[in-house]
T-cell receptor
Framework: DQQVKQNSPSLSVQEGRISILNCDYTNSMFDYFLWYKKYPAEGPTFLIS?????DKNEDGRFTVFLNKSAKHLSLHIVPSQPGDSAVYFC?????????????FGTGTRLTIIP | EPEVTQTPSHQVTQMGQEVILRCVPI?????FYWYRQILGQKVEFLVSFYNNEISEKSEIFDDQFSVERPDGSNFTLKIRSTKLEDSAMYFC??????????????FGSGTQLSVL
């Protein structure tokens, strides 16, 4: 039951260029989306989120775009830095009373090439 | 920045044994979670806990699993009789408010459970 899909298991980008990570979802009840970053031997750390009432949210080098009609979101990192090399997880939630869970994608391993 | 602490970082056990995974959530958080990630797969929700009771659980969280907040600071996950397929990285997380309000989860660094 892959309600959140990250179809690219890996991505390599030159340092200084833009990294674009993609995520698709199937559950139309999802209305809150998050990106988490994970280094080896560490837990996921929150990066950025977006509510379905917006189509863009920006925080420094990180921007998340949401296309509700396509059920697609993307994370843009610009400029990419070597410290951005990590696994990136897209997660989604339906903000309804009683729902406590985040549904994660399988992750995309981003490698920034110096 | 405050963090979620998990112990041990690695746990090896024999099939059929009981294990307890321990977590200390961020002190002013009220919502607590366990997730797990089997190698190469996605991070999966197991259970959420609020006000000393389970608020939601997944189909994975069967009768072999239980959670407890024994002393107001620790949050534990117990697996009564471990199976080979329980081998995974288990993440504890906490949040100051419910996910439904758009609050983010803070994750611990995980306990790698290996069932032999």
């Amino acid at each position: 039951d892959q309600q959140v899909k990250q179809n690219s298991p890996s991505l390599s980008v030159q340092e200084g260029r833009i990294s674009i990570l993609n995520c698709d979802y199937t559950n139309s009840m999802f209305d809150y989306f998050l990106w988490y970053k994970k280094y080896p031997a560490e837990g996921p750390t929150f990066l950025i989120s977006i509510s379905s009432i917006k189509d863009k949210n920006e925080d420094g080098r990180f921007t998340v775009f949401l296309n509700k009609s396509a059920k697609h979101l993307s994370l843009h990192i610009v400029p990419s830095q070597p410290g951005d090399s990590a696994v990136y997880f897209c997660a989604a939630s339906a903000r309804v009373v009683g729902n406590e869970k985040l549904t994660f994608g399988t992750g995309t391993r981003l490698t920034i090439i110096p | 920045e405050p963090e979620v602490t998990q112990t041990p970082s690695h746990q090896v056990t024999q099939m059929g044994q009981e294990v307890i995974l321990r977590c200390v959530p961020i002190s002013n958080h009220l919502y607590f979670y366990w997730y797990r990630q089997i190698l190469g797969q996605k991070v999966e929700f197991l259970v959420s806990f609020y006000n000393n009771e389970i608020s939601e659980k997944s189909e994975i969280f069967d009768d072999q699993f239980s959670v407890e907040r024994p002393d107001g600071s620790n949050f534990t996950l117990k697996i009564r009789s471990t199976k080979l397929e329980d081998s995974a990285m288990y993440f504890c997380a906490s949040s100051e408010a419910e996910v439904a309000l758009g609050k983010k989860l803070f994750f611990g660094s995980g306990t790698q459970l290996s069932v032999l």
